[in-house]
Nanobody
Framework: QLQASGGGQVQAGGSLRLSCEHS????????LGWFRQAPGKDREFVAA????????RYADSVKGRFTISRDNVKNTMSLQIDSLKPEDTAVYYC??????????????????WGQGTLVTVSS
């Protein structure tokens, strides 16, 4: 089970920290990813990280502004978003995939999805 939170409305240049609380996942077998979907657009990969170990992935479009991190005590995977831009406006989803799927950037590789949290960035 995945539960995303932390979205809100912010001005351009601001920051937000999204959190995904997870349960029931085997730490050695899963990675959690963040995706976003803007109105009228396809779901887009943002970042992913293994629940154990150091492997991370970022979309080129967010490198340097987005940071994915985990807290294995609280069972959360967070996404820190800095220097927000209006084009970051979207519903952000967290999702879980088995680490052996080979491609963490494809939505189809993910078997569990949270409900999404809305981020709105005003100029």
């Amino acid at each position: 089970q995945l539960q995303a939170s932390g979205g809100g409305q912010v001005q351009a240049g601001g920051s937000l920290r999204l959190s995904c609380e997870h349960s029931g996942l085997t730490y050695g077998s899963y990675a959690l990813g963040w995706f976003r979907q803007a109105p009228g657009k396809d779901r887009e990969f943002v970042a992913a990280r293994r629940l154990s170990g150091g492997s991370t992935r970022y979309a080129d479009s967010v490198k340097g502004r987005f940071t994915i991190s985990r807290d294995n005590v609280k069972n959360t995977m967070s996404l820190q978003i800095d220097s927000l831009k209006p084009e970051d406006t979207a519903v952000y989803y967290c999702a879980a995939t088995r680490t052996n799927t080979g491609s963490w950037s494809r939505p189809a590789a993910y078997t569990h999805w949270g409900q999404g949290t809305l981020v709105t960035v005003s100029s």
